[in-house]
């Protein structure tokens, strides 16, 4: 019976093996395709519905919300703000009223209706619904809560207005909470950021629809039959991923083409690093924008960027420094309209005082 169970799964092995195979054969042309079935998301600002909030955590959680959900596969996010280019645009040629930008987008309806005029295919609400701060140990915790919208799904064909009770794709209620810290002395600004960031990553894994698959090899830890199966599936989706990974066109897309940043420099302006480079040279790709990364104290490298950085700039200022003297570092990826995206050009290290 054993050798039989063996078999079986020997099969089912060399099954996968196959697909994987064939997958890597497919022509690049529909692997272009997929990659570039992308949705664009329209993220407007996030209210804050609890008391004794810090007065820029909204901003600071539609920034952090914005870049997650531009991080998950699929999907393009998109800030809104009433000064953006294409806003003005679109209030100049008629598609949206500039009453609807003064008054704010509270309203779903008129959100909806900027997300139509915009080109989005879908549009977030949120808010922080509550907001807590501990002690021994110090930490900052706070609920995410908002709602994801199709554009289209709830746009009437006929008169291209909303309509009048739209339904929501997907929501999320997530909690983020910050690293507890024994005898913390520190700003609590950066606390907060911590918690933002907690709370922005876990909605953007719900809006997304996908699971984790970590979190799946936790659930099926229990049976030691159904984990094999887990890690194997793990292992396979992982060796497809990195095999077609040359030709996705998405965010790991590797082109010749796509050359990153050069002549990278730093330079510490009393509060603020200036980040500054030269645009690729060379390439016959058009770029789009610039993703910007950083690492403190020779951590883990994480976006500080908010989709600000566009094609034609070359220097980001970052003001967000951590309390006290600290070492930091960068890299510059390049991110071009094709999907494609540069190997990263990483900087030297240097020490600041926020």
Known sequence: MKAIRSHYLSRRICLALAMLMLATLAPVGAGMAFAQDRKTVLVFPVTVAAEDVP?????????????????????????FS??????????????????????????????????????????????????TRKTDPTSVELILAGQMYDVAANTNPATAEPVAEPKVLRAFGVSGASAPRARYTGAEAVLVQEAIRNAASKAAATLSGRTDV???????????????????????????????????????????????VTNVRLQDLDGTIRLSWQEPTGTTLTVQRYRIERAVNGGSFTRVDLNSVGAGRTFFNDSDLLT?????????????TSGAVSAPAISAAIDAEG
């Open 214 to 260: 970590v979190e799946i090899a936790k659930a099926k830890k229990s049976s030691k039959k159904g984990y094999k199966y887990v890690l194997l599936g793990a292992l396979l989706v992982g060796l497809l991923v990195a095999v077609n990974s040359g030709n996705s066109g998405g965010d790991t897309d590797i082109n010749p083409n796509a050359l990153p």
């Open 82 to 131: 009433p000064t953006s280019p294409s806003v003005r645009r679109a209030v100049s040629e008629g598609r949206i009223r500039q009453v609807d930008v003064e008054e704010g987008t509270a309203d779903l309806g008129t959100a909806l209706s900027i997300g139509r005029a915009l080109g989005a295919d879908y549009i977030v609400m949120s808010a922080i619904q509550s907001f």
């Open 324 to 336: 006290g003297t600290n070492t930091y570092q960068y890299r510059i990826y390049v991110i071009y």
């Open 55 to 79: 007065s820029d955590a909204g901003q600071r959680s539609l920034g952090a919300l914005t870049m997650a959900i531009d991080d998950t596969p699929g999907m393009d996010a998109l800030q």
